[in-house]
């Protein structure tokens, strides 16, 4: 295809319920909607994930903003042709900014489903009708309050927990909601709050039969994941340490993880997710895909991903309800009774955008054409 334009909209979405990590609190959800147009009018939408503060990693709404205007939108126009599988070699020339060429690759990536008028499940290699879908819960105000949540969701049908700590918010809570629930699958999340001097902390994670330990170090780092991986039985699985999939390499050789979170975000795209999911499946790790509160665009191309046949945890993906009030597509995603998500069947990402209702949330707007770069 060729494209003819990229239009990108800054929009803030208020949370059903704010989200607390160890890195912050979040009350709205800032992020950019892609949306690109190929010459015949096809378009693709997806979504990147960069946040407003550099906090979960270095890129921010405004870097990606930059980077896509100035940058990524400049070497895609020079293309006469692109496909998903070509656009990443005309991206790697920008060094980082994984989460800026994500989005635009993930758009290219809809507008050839779209072409092809197949799933983007399909042309990706997905096998599964159904993703299985887990929750992953923030810090709460207090613990009762958080067992209220999780029985909540238990109730909805989610098939795993995952429970957000932080110095301060960890082995209490988790023993506690592994005394309610003795059955449940529950995992854990630091986002990176922790070293190897808290190695106490984990030794005692780690009589909790947790599913796995999430990021529990550096947000860089494998060689501390490595050390306390081997003074664990508990699984620890790799979120922000994997940027590429040279990273799922490095860290399977080092021994830093024995699980990968895929987010197709963090690793610039659709391609190096397959890599990631491919290698993991050879090497014998387990993996699943990730979510940064995505509207029911960027989950559209989550619940894709999730649908290779080698995923093998629940997933971060949740319904619509449990992040956004009033979600920008149509239908939104609903969880089925058995805890799972319907992989639909229609062309691309296979949902509708509520165009009218992006417009409105829009902080700001542009449209880049091909005719004003060349
Ligand atoms: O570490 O997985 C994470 C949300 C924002 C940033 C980082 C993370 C998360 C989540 C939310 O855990 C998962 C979801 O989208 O449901
Ligand atoms: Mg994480």
Not at 56 to 63: G, H, I, L
Not at 237 to 256: H, T
Not at 261 to 270: A, E, L, M
Not at 291 to 304: D, K, N, S, Y
Request: overall charge neutral; proline content about 5%.
């Amino acid at each position: 295809m060729e494209i003819e334009s990229i239009e990108l909209y800054h929009i803030r979405m208020k949370l059903a319920h704010p989200f607390e990590t160890s890195f912050g609190r979040q009350v709205y959800r800032s992020c950019i909607l892609v949306k690109v147009e190929d010459e015949s009018g096809v378009e693709g939408w997806a979504e990147c994930v960069a946040g407003r503060g550099p906090w979960y990693s270095y890129e921010t709404v405004e870097t990606a903003w930059h980077i896509i205007r100035d940058f990524i939108a400049p070497l895609v126009f020079k293309e006469k042709q692109v496909n998903p599988l070509t656009v990443n070699r005309v991206l790697s020339k920008i060094r980082g900014h994984n989460m800026a060429k994500a989005s635009v690759e993930m758009a290219i990536w809809d507008a050839e489903a779209k072409i092809r008028k197949q799933p983007l499940s399909v042309i990706l290699g997905g096998e599964k009708e159904k993703i299985e879908s887990g929750v992953s819960i923030g810090i709460q105000k207090d613990i009762d309050y958080l067992l209220k949540r999780i029985s909540m969701f238990l109730d909805q049908g989610y098939r795993r927990i995952k429970l957000k700590i932080k110095p301060g918010w960890d082995v209490e809570v988790v023993k506690r909601v592994r005394k309610e629930y003795p059955d449940i699958r529950i995992q854990v999340d630091a986002n990176a709050a922790y070293t190897l001097r808290d190695l106490r902390v984990f030794l005692e994670l780690d009589k909790l039969d947790l599913l796995m330990i999430e990021q529990p170090l550096g947000y860089d780092d494998l060689i501390y994941h490595s050390k306390l991986q081997s003074m664990l039985k508990t699984p620890l699985c790799l979120d922000e340490s994997i940027k590429s999939p040279e990273d799922a390499v490095k860290a399977n050789l080092l021994g830093s993880c024995r699980i990968i979170n895929i987010k197709p975000g963090r690793v610039g795209g659709h391609r190096a997710s397959l890599m990631i999911h491919d290698y993991c499946t050879l090497a014998g790790l387990g993996v699943w895909i990730g979510g940064m509160l995505e509207t029911g665009i960027g989950r559209g191309h989550l619940v894709a991903l999730a649908s290779l046949p080698g995923i093998n945890y629940p997933n971060d993906i949740s319904a619509s309800d449990r992040y956004y009030e009033e979600d920008i597509v149509e239908p939104p995603w609903t969880l089925n009774p058995d805890g799972t998500i319907s992989v639909p069947n229609k062309p691309g990402i296979g949902i509708k955008v509520k165009t009218d209702l992006v417009e409105e949330l829009a902080l700001k707007k542009t449209v880049l054409r091909k005719s004003d770069y060349t």
